[in-house]
């Protein structure tokens, strides 16, 4: 998932503005795809885009804060940053209770906006990898077995190999086998990391 090219959307429904932040990307260096109104990008939109939004809170139809919640709605983890004009500063906060990231007020200094954006597309970069790592850890535990799966929740609740045996009613070897194996393919050799592994992934694990 990190492999994927960090793009700056911008999504805003005024030409000269869109143009110009465009124009303002293209010469820092970064990918930029440009859109003149919300439904525009919500089309378009994919779990596996990569980068950021800088999204315009006022716009025809559907606004900034609308697009927000379609986009939360999808769990999309793409930081936004608002763009606003002064009255809008209210809603910009409330905006940022909703997850976006910050917010910039017009009209704005070109090096304060590629701050901003720099900042998103860094956190981008870390949720993806925290995102990779952990379907990574998902998978591992999707390679056990249902026994397996059983002795590592086991393990887990901090279970010694002789209760586990008694109360599955299976011999203690057995038991050591099992763990073995739970321990190669969740790639561990330490209960502690395993834990902390599964702990980290046990929302998804639920969710399924």
Known sequence: ??????????????????????????????????????????KDYSEKMAGCIVLDIRMPG??????????????????????????????????MKEGAVDFIQKPYREEALLQKIEAALEQDQEQRKTLGEKQEILRRVKSLTPREHEIMDRMIAGQANKVIAIELEISQRTVEIHRSRVMHKMGTHSLAHLVRMVLSVKDLIDAR
């Open 1 to 42: 998932m990190t492999d994927t090219q960090q793009t700056v959307y911008v999504v805003e429904d005024d030409e000269a503005v869109r143009d110009s932040l465009e124009l303002l990307l293209k010469s820092d260096g970064k990918p930029v795809k440009t859109y003149d109104n919300a439904n525009a990008f919500l």
């Open 62 to 95: 559907m606004d900034g804060m609308e697009l927000q919640k379609k986009l939360n709605e999808k769990h999309s983890i793409l930081p936004i940053i608002f763009v606003t004009g002064h009255g809008d500063v209210p809603m910009a906060v409330d905006a």
